[in-house]
């Protein structure tokens, strides 16, 4: 496999994306997926992958969910945090990898779920670590809980801009062997996951978006609505 410097690939390099600056590096909106597909559902326990500085983490706990976001970078859970204070919203949030974070038992009336999620979600997780995407989607997927879903939203295509923040920033779009699509994703989840899941949703969508320099822009994102059964 080819080397590739497109996107950190440490804990410090993570960090240092967020902590560079002291202005955030995300909009503080919710994802637009989440709230379209995740808006109908009957509130659970959720968790948030890479939740970033928890925009997500936030939506989901203003609407019943009891939310908890992991991210590698402490900067970026700081923020969430304070975001989450900020608008009195009940949320957790650990400084964790996915590979090796457990989070806390259940209540003994709930130890036949212990540790599971109703909803696990995953935004852009595009990461070299774990070594494949396989790894990536059977380590996010472990902690969906039965009859839980796990919904997924990765960029389809490359967004236009991606070329010069590989130049400037080491972050972009080029660690992709192939690009991502909701059924290829979804092929790795049952090759990678020893559980049963069935598709309730995969497709592309089209974003608007602002681009780094101001612009309108569209983005393509691969969503994927998978219930483990």
Known sequence: MTESIAVPDSVAAWEERYS????????GSPNEALVALVGDMAPGRALDVGCGEGADVVWLAEHGWD???IDLSTTAIDRARRAADDRGAKADFAVADISTWAPESASSEDADRRGGFDLVTGFFLHTRLPDT????LARVAEHVAPGGALLLVS???MPPWAAEHNEKLDHGMDHHREPVSPNGDFALLIGASPDRWEI???ETRTRQVTSPDGEPAELDDA???ARRV
Do not use: F, K, N, Y
């Open 133 to 136: 995407r396989e790894e990536l």
């Open 20 to 27: 560079e600056s002291d202005d955030p590096v995300w909009s």
């Open 200 to 202: 309730e949703l995969a």
């Open 223 to 225: 969503i994927l609505l």
């Open 67 to 69: 939310a908890t976001g």
């Open 155 to 157: 960029h389809a295509t």
